[in-house]
């Protein structure tokens, strides 16, 4: 019975700690670019968009070029944050004494 209530507070104290680090990366902004850095974005790994920043001489870009620089600022600030996420969740789990190799699955 022991073993039980042991795991019952376990996972109380998981979810506990799960709620501050989702808490937690609302505040936590990362950066994402493109171009050598002529588009940048800022999220919070949350996912929230903060600051888009286009470089000056992208206005005179055909249209397509700058999409496609959006765009691939985007999937680079999106990697950035999925890294943060797992980075920060990994420490949760072993602050908690469990494994946390397979963080890297779990849906924030």
């Known amino acids: 019975m022991m073993n039980f209530q042991k795991m019952m507070k376990q996972a109380q104290e998981m979810q506990f700690k799960l709620q501050e680090v989702q808490e937690k ?11 050598g850095g002529l588009v940048k974005i800022t999220m919070t790994c949350d996912g929230k968009v903060r600051k888009v920043e ?12 700058l999409e496609d620089l959006i765009a691939a600022a985007i999937n680079n600030v999106s990697e950035a944050k999925d890294g943060k996420v797992e980075e920060e969740t990994k420490t949760m789990m072993t602050e908690l004494g469990l494994p946390a190799e397979a963080v890297s699955d779990w849906p924030l």
């Open 25 to 35: 990366l609302k505040d936590i902004e990362v950066q994402g670019e493109a171009g």
């Open 54 to 65: 286009i470089d000056e001489s992208l206005m005179n870009s055909d249209k397509e070029t």
